[in-house]
């Protein structure tokens, strides 16, 4: 799991609960999990967490470009199409979300519906 803030224009990694500004770019540590054998990354965008207004499309494409291993999206989902755009434009394998199942009516079935309609894969 890497959690990513903007500070100043520039996209770093956090830890401690997005308190502690590890100075790290997440594209390079990203990179690094995956030389040291990770299997995936779970990329959460701090800024954009509970925003509701999409996931970071520059930061999720700025990762997946330059790994090869599977990318989670999270951060950011306030209607259903956000998650297709972080699949199809983010580059992501696979997208995760949390208010948009507590503050819609319904919203898990017809996340579903609307990801089956697009062609896309979900478990």
């Known amino acids: 799991s890497v959690d990513v803030k903007k500070v100043d224009d520039r996209y770093l990694v956090f830890s ?3 308190k502690q500004n ?3 770019d997440p594209v390079d540590w990203c990179k690094k ?3 040291l054998g990770g299997g995936e990354i779970f990329l959460n965008s ?3 967490d509970g925003m509701a207004t999409g996931y970071d499309l520059p930061l999720i494409s700025s990762v997946t470009s330059k790994i090869k291993i599977p990318l989670i999206a999270c951060g950011g989902v306030g209607e259903f199409n ?3 755009e972080g699949i199809l434009e983010g580059g992501a394998s696979a997208v ?3 208010n948009i199942f507590n503050f819609k009516e319904l919203a898990y ?3 579903k519906k609307f990801l089956l309609d697009k062609g896309l894969n979900f478990r």
Request: proline content about 5%.
């Open 16 to 18: 401690d609960l997005g």
């Open 33 to 35: 999990i995956e030389d």
């Open 96 to 98: 995760a979300a949390g």
């Open 82 to 84: 956000h998650f297709s």
């Open 46 to 48: 701090i800024d954009k």
């Open 22 to 24: 590890k100075e790290i």
């Open 109 to 111: 079935p017809l996340a």
